[in-house]
């Protein structure tokens, strides 16, 4: 087990675009450390997502793992844990939604975003298989916020009100009960 350093808002690596993970290098040691480690940082930090630029790896890589209960984000139907390789969004439906975001590598804050709530996400799996999904709802939010993270974006970004980006404790003490669409 391996966890890697995750980086915060400021460092460089975090706005840049990510590299297409190359296809030639899916299955080797390097590849398959990578992975290992992404989900020993995830799970050490307590996150449900985790994309590599957050570990100082510029490549189109995230994973994500919604556990069945536990979540910081209270009950969320849950998303077994999965590698997504050089994903692209296609929004399928724009009916955007609003939920209160978090982010390890803006430790400690949470925001409130609206985001498209039904999307296809294309993409390869850690076999190199090509893959489709659609998501709904928060699944819908957690995939766009891993692979905004592939773009140079966080959700900071997208923060329309800023009187809705705020500490983790006064979201709890102030907000968490407020919004309808909080989870
Ligand atoms: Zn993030």
């Given at each position: 087990m391996a966890v890697?350093?995750?980086?915060?808002?400021?460092?460089?690596?975090?706005?840049?675009?990510?590299?297409?993970w190359p296809v030639d290098k899916l299955g080797?040691?390097?590849?398959?450390?990578l992975i290992a480690d992404m989900r020993d940082t995830m799970y050490a930090a307590g996150g449900i997502g985790l994309a590599a630029p957050q570990v100082d790896v510029p490549y189109r890589i995230a994973v994500v793992e919604i556990p069945e209960s536990g979540t910081r984000y209270g009950d969320v139907p849950p998303l077994?844990?999965?590698?997504?390789i050089n994903p692209t969004i296609?929004?399928?439906?724009?009916?955007?939604?609003?939920?209160?975001?978090?982010?390890?590598?803006?430790?400690?804050?949470?925001?409130?975003?609206?985001?498209?709530?039904?999307?296809?996400?294309?993409y390869l799996d850690e076999n190199g298989e090509a893959k489709s999904l659609e998501a709904k709802?928060?699944?819908?939010?957690?995939?766009?916020?891993?692979?905004?993270?592939?773009?140079?974006?966080?959700y900071v970004?997208?923060?329309?009100?800023?009187?809705?980006?705020?500490?983790?404790?006064?979201?709890?003490?102030?907000?968490a009960e407020v919004n309808a669409n909080e989870i």
């Open positions: 890697m350093e995750i980086i915060r808002m400021g460092h460089p690596t975090l706005r840049q675009t990510a590299e297409p080797t040691p390097e590849f398959e450390k077994p844990f999965a590698v997504y296609t929004v399928l439906g724009e009916s955007p939604a609003g939920y209160w975001e978090g982010c390890l590598s803006v430790p400690g804050m949470m925001g409130y975003v609206e985001r498209p709530q039904h999307i296809r996400v294309d709802g928060f699944a819908a939010t957690v995939f766009q916020h891993e692979f905004d993270h592939l773009l140079g974006m966080l970004d997208r923060i329309r009100d800023m009187s809705l980006f705020v500490y983790e404790d006064e979201y709890r003490l102030f907000h």
